[in-house]
């Protein structure tokens, strides 16, 4: 998978699942494994409707793309998780659609 196509299309799925209340999302693929890892950083405590949009986004990137094999999603808020590494962000309302 290349894996700026893959950003891309993540980018572009997250974007119609995201509410008001999604501060940023990260999306990363560890191809040795086919591991999707799909983050959803919230403004205050998720709400359900807030892990049904990580899910979709989810689902949607694993019917994109075969290679995944495995995903792990977290719906947690922003203080909960410190930014380790802002080339996985995909999705931030500060910053907004483009592409890092």
Known sequence: MDIKVFKKSA???VKRNVSER???VLATFEPQEGILHLIYC???TPASDDFEDCEIACAELIAEFPEIKKAKTQCLSSEEYLLENDKDEVFSSTVGWELR
């Open 22 to 24: 999604i501060a940023r």
């Open 42 to 44: 919230t403004r205050g």
């Open 11 to 13: 980018q572009f799925i």
